[in-house]
């Protein structure tokens, strides 16, 4: 039986890079660990680990990626939060089994070669869901 092994990230969209930072490294003292750009996915990531997790701050860079058209739609806020599985596939089938809406039916693997897949907010109460394998 798959199992979620931990919180791994919380993802905050944002349109302005330094004043979030103002609020999250500034004002509230977490630590920046690295802001950098990840051309794969048109952003800005600052990474903000805490405790084991990590909170990340993310602002396209391009007008036509999914986080650019999210923040012109939704504006800035919560984006995603995301779950350390030890069995992703095995998650997902079980996940598939209960009907439950996913935003991807085969888990991606990004460059550093952790698998990953997104859950449809439809089926968690409205907060898109990510799921990692590390
Ligand atoms: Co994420």
């Given amino acids: 039986m798959p199992a979620i092994k931990a919180i791994n990230h919380v993802a905050v969209v944002v349109d302005d890079m330094d004043k979030s930072l103002a609020f999250w490294r500034d004002a509230l003292g977490i630590e920046l660990h690295e802001l950098r750009d990840v051309p794969a996915e048109q952003s800005q990531v600052a990474f903000l680990p805490l ?16 986080i650019a058209k999210y923040l012109a739609k939704r504006g800035p ?57 590390i």
């Avoid at 405790?51 to 999914?66: F, H, I, K, R």
């Avoid at 919560?78 to 996913?102: T, Y």
């Fill in 51 to 66: 405790a084991g997790a990590e909170v990340e701050l993310v602002m396209p860079t391009t007008d036509d990626s999914g």
């Fill in 77 to 133: 806020g919560m984006h995603h939060l995301c779950l350390e599985v030890d069995d992703i596939e095995g998650m997902m089938n079980e996940l598939k089994a209960r009907n439950i809406r996913l935003i991807n039916e085969e888990p991606r693997t990004a460059a550093d070669g952790k698998k990953y897949a997104f859950v449809h907010p439809e089926s968690t109460g409205g907060v898109l869901v990510e799921l990692y394998q």
